[in-house]
């Protein structure tokens, strides 16, 4: 389809079909729930194409660490039971585990850290979003 294009039109012919087919990937529907309440919660919401997710593998390490403390290690006799884990260790890991990539301090933590150097672009206190008793 390429080689038509550029015998009929040349190279703009080409250019003007692959703006076309990228306009029409973009997502028009400004309507969605998550979008408004994105919207009213003033936080930026971008999407990306799909297959092309453009990460830094980030969220894919994230999974596969889960994933191996988690399903690989146990087994669930209910979605409950596994709810449950998938709970306490999100628990242990944002308030109990250090990590290397931030100084050595759990991640709440270093929102705690960053909330007392820049309170101004938070919306609440984080510190009202302990779990548990509070300190």
Same mark, same amino acid.
């Given at each position: 389809?390429?080689?038509?294009?550029?015998?009929?039109?040349?190279?703009?012919?080409?250019?003007?079909?692959?703006?076309?087919?990228?306009?029409?990937?973009?997502?028009?529907?400004?309507?969605?729930?998550?979008?408004?309440?994105?919207?009213?919660?003033?936080?930026?919401?971008?999407?990306?194409?799909?297959?092309?997710?453009?990460?830094?593998?980030?969220?894919?390490?994230?999974?596969?660490?889960?994933?191996?403390?988690?399903?690989?290690?146990?087994?669930?006799?209910?979605?409950?039971?596994?709810?449950?884990?998938?709970?306490?260790?999100?628990?242990?890991? *944002? /308030?109990?585990? &250090?990590?290397?990539? @931030?100084?050595? =301090?759990? %991640?709440?933590?270093? #929102?705690? *850290? /960053?909330?007392? &150097?820049?309170?101004? @672009?938070?919306? =609440?206190? %984080?510190?009202?979003? #302990?779990?548990?008793?509070?300190?």
């Amino acid at each position: 389809m390429l080689l038509k294009l550029a015998a009929e039109g040349g190279v703009s012919a080409i250019a003007a079909s692959f703006n076309l087919l990228v306009k029409a990937k973009k997502p028009r529907d400004k309507g969605h729930p998550f979008a408004k309440i994105c919207q009213e919660q003033q936080i930026e919401h971008r999407t990306t194409l799909v297959k092309h997710p453009w990460t830094n593998g980030m969220v894919e390490a994230m999974n596969k660490k889960i994933k191996a403390n988690t399903i690989k290690r146990f087994h669930y006799d209910s979605v409950k039971a596994l709810k449950e884990h998938l709970y306490a260790y999100s628990i242990n890991y *944002n /308030f109990n585990l &250090k990590l290397r990539t @931030i100084g050595r =301090i759990p %991640p709440f933590e270093a #929102i705690l *850290n /960053f909330y007392k &150097k820049t309170p101004d @672009i938070f919306t =609440i206190n %984080p510190d009202h979003l #302990i779990v548990g008793l509070n300190r």
